[in-house]
């Protein structure tokens, strides 16, 4: 054979054996930057654009999954496979999906993401943790951080490995229907919590790049910040409205905390519904690109809130074309919730032919959703097992949750006179009144964002503890205990009780269902007040996502605790009343007299509340 036909031998035994090794954005040895080149080096505009897109797991199958290789799922609030769907339903939904995307023309995995607030908190029988105001109430960085620890375990438990938390707003107006999701008014208290992304995503190595999202390890999730910018300083605290106030005000008051969630390696950020100074977030070019990716160095993805792009029109999804396009050139790089996969694909790759869009926009946005596939390892160990669903509701992550409870209750007033103080309860008596229909009702003690978007009432909805089953645990078994939701004035004087605990305050809303301009107890808590503390020694307890209206009720009380949203472990609650741990939490948000007060927050000008922030009563735990 000529040295010519040698050659020629060679080289067509060169590209075979090239042609038949792995790609090299399936070698994990490789650089996940070479990765990510060769990945985008064979994929069409169309599959580009589909990564792009997150559908809700209502509105897609595996075959949709495998025909159009789509970026992402999320279930949205109470989105699940079935009602008290388990571990196991959990998993054998994802993977589904998941082997769907595995079986498209790359095979590019699916990342899947879900709104995991306070804890799994779609999940049945997943502890559910306070919500983020309790959490400020505690001053506790490292407590937010065990909590994310948990929660990625309990969420990694589902096949799951993305959650939509955490929320670091910042509330500067309580009439705010999200206004709980928020861990105070105080940008610093936001910035110590953002610790709960450690917890969440690993702890992110000293040497890495500033900016480059991290997740340590299979039982760790990528986290969300949310919801940027200026969610939590809307006009008369309106959900979705317009946050009226300048550069520095935005910076020091709405920013800080994203600073130390890309310092802390968080692998995305939701962007807000609402408006700066009248432009919305959704469509902020300065704030998303410039701002955030150009000054901050964020190198996760931008990712869009439920229907967000939608809603840059009003009525939403009234000009469908120019929302998408005024949303991706501004910066987003995913779209969260098109009903529709193929109008989404199909809108975006005509903008894209059209060189509305430029290319380069595109390459931008699929370059950092592949990033954190890629650094999270999707590629890699794409489908789940059942190997971690004895994390769902564990006793330690429930003992957390419990601990969490302690620490997040403020003590507002104890006793009438200094020398006289109510609290802690006597654990031996002969007979007590619980009273109040929040009492029992594990529904209204978890709050919004419980099983379902809104939240529920009654105590089958998950597993849990009330705080009437942990005040009758926690009393001495010769106390005679006595529950009444609405008891009358004769009911109260006949009985002779030694004290009564009263457990009064919201019922559950989410978003723009809980803004409220009046912010009053719900019925019949005033009038439970005032049978029950006008006629025996009472401690209110008030179970809310914010402060309320509690004047003129205050004067009638003996003792007041601020329990926020304390989630499925209501002995917490019981551990403080009675003296086995003491009372430490301090406010996380000013206590405002009227709402005509309001705004009002720490540092103005005037400022007269009823209890300022950081005030908080403390006592002794019982001795013996």
Not at 23 to 45: A, C, E, F, N, V
Not at 309 to 337: K, L, Q
Not at 513 to 531: A, F, H, K, R, W
Request: aromatic share 8%.
């Amino acid at each position: 054979m000529s040295r010519v036909g040698i050659f020629l031998l060679l080289l067509c035994c060169f590209w075979a054996a090239k042609a038949d090794a792995a790609p090299k954005y399936k070698d994990p040895k490789q650089h996940i930057g070479i990765r990510i080149r060769d990945l985008m080096s064979r994929m069409t505009l169309e599959e580009k654009v589909a990564q792009m897109a997150q559908l809700e797991r209502r509105d897609v199958t595996p075959e949709i999954m495998r025909d159009y290789s789509i970026g992402s799922i999320l279930s949205g609030g109470g989105s699940t496979p079935k009602l008290g769907a388990t571990p196991e339903d959990w998993i054998n939904m994802v993977n589904g999906f998941q082997k769907g995307a595995l079986s498209s023309r790359l095979g590019i995995p699916m990342i899947y993401g879900i709104d995991a607030v306070h804890g799994h908190n779609n999940v049945y029988q997943a502890t559910v943790f306070p919500h983020n105001v309790g959490i400020g109430a505690t001053r506790d960085p490292d407590l937010a951080k065990r909590i994310g620890v948990a929660t990625a375990l309990e969420v990694r438990a589902t096949g799951i490995p993305y959650v939509f938390a955490p929320c670091i707003a910042v509330c500067r107006d309580p009439r705010w229907g999200r206004c709980y999701e928020s861990y105070s008014e105080d940008p610093e208290i936001v910035q110590q919590m953002t610790d709960i992304i450690s917890g969440l995503q690993g702890e992110i190595p000293p040497s890495a790049r500033k900016g480059v999202p991290y997740v340590a390890g299979m039982n760790k999730v990528a986290a969300c910040a949310k919801h940027f910018v200026g969610d939590g300083g809307t006009v008369r605290g309106i959900n979705e409205n317009n946050t009226i106030i300048d550069w520095h005000g935005l910076l020091s008051i709405h920013m800080p905390g994203y600073y130390n969630a890309i310092i802390k390696g968080v692998s995305t950020i939701m962007v807000s519904y609402s408006s700066w100074n009248g432009v919305k977030m959704h469509a902020n070019k300065e704030l998303i690109t410039d701002f955030l990716k150009g000054t901050l160095k964020f190198r996760g993805f931008v990712i869009s809130d439920w229907k967000g792009v939608d809603r840059i029109t009003s009525p939403p999804h009234a000009n469908y074309t120019y929302s998408v396009e005024v949303a991706v050139n501004a910066g987003i790089d995913m779209i969260m919730g098109p009903k529709n996969h193929t109008e989404i694909i199909g809108t975006l790759t005509d903008l894209v032919k059209k060189n509305a869009v430029s290319m380069s926009r595109i390459d931008d946005a699929v370059r950092r959703i592949l990033r954190v596939k890629f650094m999270m390892g999707l590629f890699e160990n794409p489908v789940a097992d059942l190997s971690m669903v004895e994390y769902i509701g564990s006793q330690a992550h429930r003992d957390l949750a419990r601990e969490a409870v302690r620490k997040s209750l403020v003590l507002l007033k104890n006793g009438k006179n200094v020398d006289a103080p109510m609290l802690p309860l006597p654990k031996k008596a002969d007979k007590i009144l619980v009273a109040g229909i929040h009492a029992d009702n594990l529904g209204y003690q978890c709050g919004g964002w419980t099983i379902t978007w809104q939240g529920l009432s009654g105590n089958n909805l998950t597993a849990g503890t009330t705080i009437l089953n942990g005040i009758t645990g926690a009393v001495d078994p010769s106390t005679e205990v006595m529950y009444d939701e609405n008891p009358t004035v004769d009911f109260v004087k006949s009985n002779n009780f030694s004290y009564a605990i009263v457990v009064v305050g919201e019922t559950p809303y989410a978003e723009t269902d809980g803004d409220s301009q009046n912010l009053t107890l719900v019925e019949p808590g005033p009038s439970v007040i005032n049978n029950v503390c006008e006629s025996v020694r009472c401690v209110v307890v008030l179970i809310s996502g914010r402060p309320l209206v509690l004047e003129p009720y205050v004067s009638s009380m003996d003792a007041l605790v601020a329990a926020w949203l304390p989630g499925t472990e209501g002995q917490g609650v019981a551990d403080v009343l009675f003296g086995d741990y003491g009372f430490t939490g301090r406010l996380p948000r000013t206590w405002f007299k009227t709402v005509d007060q309001l705004p009002m927050n720490i540092g103005d000008a005037r400022y007269d509340p009823l209890f300022p922030f950081g005030f908080g009563l403390t006592t002794q735990p019982v001795q013996g």
